[in-house]
T-cell receptor
Framework: TQLLEQSPQFLSIQEGENLTVYCNSSSVFSSLQWYRQEPGEGPVLLVTVVTGGEVKKLKRLTFQFGDARKDSSLHITAAQPGDTGLYLCAGVYAGGTSYGKLTFGQGTILTVHP | EAGVTQFPSHSVIEKGQTVTLRCDPISGHDNLYWYRRVMGKEIKFLLHFVKESKQDESGMPNNRFLAERTGGTYSTLKVQPAELEDSGVYFC????????????FGSGTRLTVV
């Protein structure tokens, strides 16, 4: 069974602080996606990374894909209360039997206090 | 563009009863996925349709679960008979192509088996 370890599970910070969320696996991904989920809603795609070493920025969010495509990180600069939510990483493993199957991490619940 | 629609949003049934969940994907999206999140666990893949064909059903827990996608449009997921451990949030997602294209998720159906 392929596992995607996401950490930390919980993060409680003050407005203006920086934070990083990590996703790690022992297996290689063909692509990895980051989602954000609000209560009562489904996950909403933030970004997809495909190439090893790739860095993508979305305003104050920076996403990085490891060179070996086994890990990824999400960094938020100067967090705001509006960033509060559940962040999920999800990957498609290289060589998997199903090109469409996403494996999710357990998620990081972020709370940003004013 | 209408999003992915799931209904019901909530369902409470007794053990042994039958429940049918429905998903209407975004029009034109050939790929349709079912995922489930059991309390305290990560979101897990159930199955993947490409049009009306099952591409991968490796995540289906057992033969009490039956998924169909008539005419390659909407999909249903039937649980018969329901057991307590089937409780969770069932998400449907669709995409025009497989990864690295991101998915659009529905808001989910919260199923409680009592």
């Amino acid at each position: 069974t392929q596992l995607l370890e996401q950490s930390p599970q919980f993060l409680s910070i003050q407005e203006g602080e920086n934070l990083t969320v990590y996703c790690n696996s022992s297996s290689v991904f063909s692509s990895l996606q980051w989602y954000r989920q609000e209560p009562g809603e489904g996950p909403v795609l933030l970004v997809t990374v495909v190439t090893g070493g790739e860095v993508k920025k979305l305003k104050r969010l920076t996403f990085q894909f490891g060179d070996a495509r086994k890990d990824s990180s999400l960094h938020i600069t100067a967090a705001q209360p509006g960033d509060t939510g559940l962040y999920l990483c999800a990957g498609v493993y290289a060589g998997g039997t199903s090109y469409g199957k996403l494996t999710f991490g357990q998620g990081t619940i972020l709370t940003v206090h004013p | 563009e209408a999003g992915v629609t799931q209904f019901p949003s909530h369902s409470v049934i007794e053990k042994g009863q039958t429940v049918t969940l429905r998903c209407d994907p975004i029009s034109g999206h050939d790929n349709l996925y079912w995922y489930r999140r059991v309390m305290g666990k990560e979101i897990k893949f159930l199955l993947h349709f490409v049009k009306e064909s099952k591409q991968d059903e490796s995540g289906m827990p057992n033969n009490r679960f039956l998924a169909e996608r008539t005419g390659g449009t909407y999909s249903t997921l039937k649980v018969q008979p329901a057991e307590l451990e089937d409780s969770g949030v069932y998400f449907c997602a669709s995409s025009p192509q497989g990864p690295p294209y991101g998915y659009t998720f529905g808001s989910g159906t919260r199923l409680t088996v009592v």
